[in-house]
């Protein structure tokens, strides 16, 4: 069975972040492929970091995480964590995107190496993706 859930993880840019042709690829890359996969989700970036929610079969977004491991517009990845969900927060985005402040996009990139490095449970994973979530929404 493929479980529908979500899954976060966070990366070093090797690319300018100033690129925004390299950045665009990237989205138009994600916005074609990702419907095909029936992968929905975010990616933040600043300051030279990355910081992507994505959601859709849990098969899916493994296979899709060792491709972006593969990237070498990404280097330094982390996977925060993935955990099953019942329904998507981004049913309509193939791939959103949303730009950060270096400080923002810092302050957040420790705080979830924080939780990660506490190894947090599913629920409270689920928990602290939807806070991430919210300071997006400021």
């Known amino acids: ?4 859930s979500r899954m976060l993880y ?4 090797s690319i300018g ?8 690829k990237i989205l ?11 992968i929905t989700g975010i990616l933040c970036a600043g300051g030279g970091h990355f910081i992507q929610i994505l959601e859709g079969p849990q ?10 491991l593969a990237d070498p517009r990404h280097y330094d990845s982390v996977l925060i964590g993935i955990a099953p969900i019942e329904k998507r927060i981004f049913r309509s985005w193939s791939m959103g995107y949303l730009v950060n402040t270096p400080e923002i996009m810092e302050n957040n990139r420790k705080q979830l ?10 629920r409270e994973l689920v928990s602290m993706m939807k806070r991430f979530l919210e300071q997006l929404d400021r």
């Open 113 to 122: 190496l924080e939780i990660w490095q506490g190894r947090t449970e599913a």
């Open 10 to 13: 966070v990366s070093r840019s």
């Open 17 to 24: 972040l100033d690129d925004d042709a390299e950045l665009q």
């Open 59 to 68: 098969e899916n977004l493994i296979r899709l995480y060792g491709v972006i």
């Open 1 to 4: 069975m493929n479980y529908l």
């Open 28 to 38: 138009e890359v994600s916005r074609r492929k990702n419907p095909d996969l029936d």
